[in-house]
């Protein structure tokens, strides 16, 4: 497997729990043969401010700040005018059937593993 999704925010966990799911996931992604996550975090579109989706980015820029990770692409730049977007469809071909490609969607956050 090459490319994978995670939903944070599956069952409405607290912060701290969408966090060490996305913590879990990486570490799992590394000892496999995934090349990037994509992670649905919400964008808090209910009114609840989008606390898992401020944490979760804040945790991926450390991430990539400590090398853990490659890089990332938020939802709004994952497209395929963007150079990273297009590397990691060049890694993993099945990730071009991904319906967020394009769409501009502040919900997710796309994770290239090292």
Not at 41 to 52: E, F, R, V
Not at 73 to 96: K, L, M, Q, V, Y
Request: proline share 3%.
């Amino acid at each position: 497997m090459e490319f994978k999704v995670v939903n944070l925010k599956e069952n409405n966990p607290s912060v701290e729990l969408a966090i060490a799911n996305l913590e879990i996931e990486l570490e799992i992604a590394k000892c496999s043969n995934i090349k990037a996550i994509k992670f649905i975090h919400g964008y808090g579109s209910h009114g609840t401010g989008g606390a898992i989706c401020l944490a979760v980015r804040k945790r991926i820029v450390d991430l990539c700040r400590k090398k853990k990770i490659k890089y990332y692409i938020t939802g709004n730049e994952w497209t395929i005018e963007d150079a990273r977007a297009r590397e990691i469809i060049f890694e993993c071909p099945n990730i071009n059937i991904d319906e967020d490609l394009g769409h501009h969607n502040p919900g997710i956050t796309i994770v290239c593993i090292q």
